[in-house]
T-cell receptor
Framework: KQEVTQIPAALSVPEGENLVLNCSFT??????LQWFRQDPGKGLTSLLL?????REQTSGRLNASLDKSSGRSTLYIAASQPGDSATYLC???????????FGKGTKLTVNP | ETGVTQSPTHLIKTRGQQVTLRCSSQ?????VSWYQQALGQGPQFIFQ???????GRGNFPPRFSGLQFPNYSSELNVNALELDDSALYLC???????????FGPGTRLTVT
């Protein structure tokens, strides 16, 4: 059974800092891994999707990496801004399944 | 291109009542998945519909049921509502086999 863990549960940083969010998963047989952003009470916005054959994906100030052998993914946010404040969720899609398995998220606060 | 839409945005029901939530999938997508997100938790997979049939189900009781229509839109029905059913219900659409899921804004259900 796939389990996804995100550490830390909450993170507070000053504006401009570079930061890394961590995601680990127990079963390396994944099809892909997605990172989402969720604002309070809102739906999920897809940030980056990494296929199992890829090592990383980049979009603007965001870079996500995937290491299947160690069961880890990281989301790197460069030059953080107050507008980046949100909860960030990672989700693994097990091979042969259409069911996303989510972590509990990391709540990020970027202070001006 | 129209994104995933959900209705209603939020609603309040009494324990024991029944509720129907609706989801319109993104243009070109043929698969709809439903997730329940309790406060402070990651989304949990309820079930998925593909070609108007259930295509996988999470650990939810039979009082959670669904439908998918020929235009790929979907409904989630919950009977005999319980207080613990209070949550954000998220719908995601995708193209079967493509892996990436796109989420709607969610429906906030409160059971009193």
């Amino acid at each position: 059974k796939q389990e996804v863990t995100q550490i830390p549960a909450a993170l507070s940083v000053p504006e401009g800092e570079n930061l890394v969010l961590n995601c680990s998963f127990t079963d390396s047989a994944i099809y892909n891994l997605q990172w989402f952003r969720q604002d309070p009470g809102k739906g999920l916005t897809s940030l980056l999707l990494i296929q199992s054959s890829q090592r990383e994906q980049t979009s603007g100030r965001l870079n996500a990496s995937l290491d299947k052998s160690s069961g880890r993914s990281t989301l790197y946010i460069a030059a953080s801004q107050p507008g980046d404040s949100a909860t960030y969720l990672c989700a693994a899609l097990p091979g042969g399944s259409e069911k996303l398995v989510f972590g509990k998220g990391t709540k990020l606060t970027v202070n001006p | 291109e129209t994104g995933v839409t959900q209705s209603p945005t939020h609603l309040i029901k009494t324990r024991g009542q029944q509720v129907t939530l609706r989801c319109s999938s993104q243009s070109g997508h043929n698969t709809v998945s439903w997730y329940q997100q309790a406060l402070g938790q990651g989304p949990q997979f309820i079930f998925q519909y593909y070609r108007e049939e259930e295509n996988g189900r999470g650990n939810f009781p039979p009082r959670f049921s669904g439908l998918q229509f020929p235009n790929y839109s979907s409904e989630l029905n919950v009977n005999a509502l319980e207080l613990d059913d209070s949550a954000l219900y998220l719908c995601a659409s995708s193209f079967q086999g493509a892996g990436e899921q796109y989420f709607g804004p969610g429906t906030r259900l409160t059971v009193t």
